[in-house]
Structure formats: structure tokens, C-alpha cells
């Protein structure tokens, strides 16, 4: 096994968690925009007596309800998570750390990374595969002093 893959399995592990939250967020985003805003049913003035069966609005309701409360306990333990992290960015160089912190604590693509950092190049267009090279670089590099680090 490279000496890298304990470190990059971990960081992959907390961009799953950003997918995922992301995934919620689309899920509640979808219900949101098909059936609007429904607001949550008052419990304390339902009728007793009834069927017992939900009526689809209020299944909708109970949905994004449940959603809202996934997309916060997701959020919690992403802070949680890159609070764990992020110490151990400290000793990287600069770069290192933004190309880190751009791709796990915010998820973007590799292609996102390279443009925010040499996008505003003249030469940026002619020779994006030359930056998209350096960019692995200094992630491998980061990936080293990182698994140094967890092995010291």
C-alpha cells in the first residue's frame, strides 16, 4: 500500500460527506420546488379520531421535515469532522493548504481548483493541462508531509 492512502482514504472519506450532504440538499430542493413550501402541520390542533393516515401534504411536510433535520446532523458532523482535519494542514505550505481546503472542506472539482487558482493567468486558457499538472503536484506533496505527519 502507498504511504499516502491512509491520508487520502481519510480525506476522501470527508468529501463522501460533503456528496452526501449535497445529495440532501438536492433531495430538499426537488421537494421544494414540486410541491412548494408546505409548512409544518400545528399537531396540537389536529382532530383526534381520524384515520390515522397522512394526507400527501402532510407526508410532504414529514419529508422535508426529516430532511431539514438529516441536512443538520450532516452539517454537524462535517464541521466536526474537518475540525479534526484541519489542524493538520498547519505545517503545509500555502498552496498545499488552499488546494486542500478548496478540494475536501468545499468539495470543488480539480478542474474548479485550477481555475480559481491560475484562472486569471493570460496564459491560463493555452495552458491549462500545465496547471492542472501542477495542481497534482502540490496535492502529492501535501498528501507526503500529511502521511508523515500521521506516521511521526
Not at 476522501?12 to 430542493?29: F, P, Q, V
Not at 503545509?92 to 493567468?121: H, V
Request: charged content about 30%; aromatic content about 8%.
Amino acid at each position: 500500500m502507498k504511504k499516502t492512502q491512509f491520508i487520502k482514504n481519510r480525506l476522501n472519506k470527508h468529501r463522501k460527506m460533503l456528496e452526501r450532504l449535497e445529495a440532501l440538499k438536492e433531495e430538499l430542493s426537488f421537494i421544494m420546488a414540486k410541491y412548494g413550501s408546505p409548512r409544518s402541520p400545528n399537531l396540537f390542533s389536529v382532530p383526534s379520531g381520524g384515520s390515522g393516515e397522512l394526507t400527501e401534504t402532510e407526508q410532504i411536510v414529514h419529508k422535508k421535515m426529516e430532511l431539514e433535520e438529516k441536512i443538520r446532523i450532516a452539517a454537524a458532523e462535517i464541521s466536526d469532522d474537518w475540525s479534526e482535519l484541519s489542524p493538520l494542514f498547519n505545517d503545509l505550505e500555502p498552496m498545499q493548504t488552499l488546494i486542500l481546503n478548496l478540494r475536501y472542506q468545499y468539495g470543488a472539482s480539480w478542474k474548479d481548483i485550477c481555475k480559481q487558482i491560475y484562472g486569471r493567468r493570460e496564459d491560463y486558457d493555452g495552458n491549462m493541462d500545465l496547471y492542472m499538472k501542477r495542481i497534482f503536484k502540490e496535492h502529492g506533496r501535501a498528501l507526503l508531509s500529511l502521511s508523515e505527519q500521521c506516521n511521526a
